[in-house]
């Protein structure tokens, strides 16, 4: 069963600095990686995906993939008080892309 | 295109009461998907359909819990006998495939 972790379970910048999420996983066949944001009372929406190792970017918004190490990273360029919200992780196998596992997510401040 | 829209917003129900959560998917999308989500144990996968078909409800607590999705515009996750414990936010997300989820707000049920 895939395991999803990330660190720090908190996290304050000050505007503009950059911010760097974690997230491990157990399981090192999954090749399915994806990031989503979620404002406070609301659902969650997709940031960046990303499938082999190395980089991908959108925007913003760059993941690190290195399968080896179990680990995918999210690095926020530049934030902004508007990216305050929890950060989730989300990891699942190719064949069954279907069933997402989260980890229990980041909450990110961001200072003006 | 609205989104996935979740029915009502927020359900208060006493202990031994039913519940039913209503989900409208993205139209066109082929896979819904029902997580609940709490503090504690985070966003925890309950059921799937794809192309309405139930494919996997692993997640699901058998006992009191049943999902449905009786035609593409709506899925609908019901709970007998209600208990403290089953409050969280019940959140639906739909897919095209094997693409990223798009969630909605989720539905915060109660039970006092």
């Known amino acids: 069963q895939q395991k999803v972790q990330q660190s720090p379970e908190s996290l304050t910048v000050s505007e503009g600095a950059m911010a760097s999420l974690n997230c491990t996983f157990s399981d090192g066949t999954s090749d399915n990686f994806r990031w989503y944001r979620q404002h406070s009372g609301k659902g969650l929406e997709m940031l960046v995906s990303?499938?082999?190792?190395g980089e991908k970017e959108e925007g913003r918004f760059t993941a690190h993939l290195n399968r080896a190490s179990l680990h995918v990273s999210l690095h926020i360029r530049e934030p902004q008080p508007s990216d305050s919200a929890v950060y989730l992780c989300?990891?699942?196998?190719?064949?069954?892309?279907?069933?997402?596992?989260f980890g229990k997510g980041t909450h990110l401040h961001v200072l003006p | 295109n609205a989104g996935v829209i979740q029915t009502p917003r927020h359900k208060v129900t006493g202990k031994g009461q039913e519940a039913t959560l209503w989900c409208e998917p993205i139209s066109g999308h082929s896979a819904v998907f029902w997580y609940r989500q709490t503090i504690v144990q985070g966003l925890e996968f309950l059921t799937y359909?794809?192309?309405?078909?139930?494919?996997?409800d692993s997640g699901m607590p058998k006992e009191r819990f049943s999902a449905q999705m009786p035609n593409q515009s709506h899925s609908t996750l019901k709970i007998q006998s209600t208990q403290p414990q089953d409050s969280a936010v019940y959140l639906c997300a739909s897919s095209p495939g094997l693409g990223p989820l798009y969630f909605g707000a989720g539905t915060r049920l109660s039970v006092l």
């Open positions: 989300a990891v699942s196998l190719d064949t069954n892309a279907y069933k997402v596992i």
């Open positions: 990303i499938f082999s190792d």
């Open positions: 359909f794809r192309n309405q078909a139930p494919i996997d």
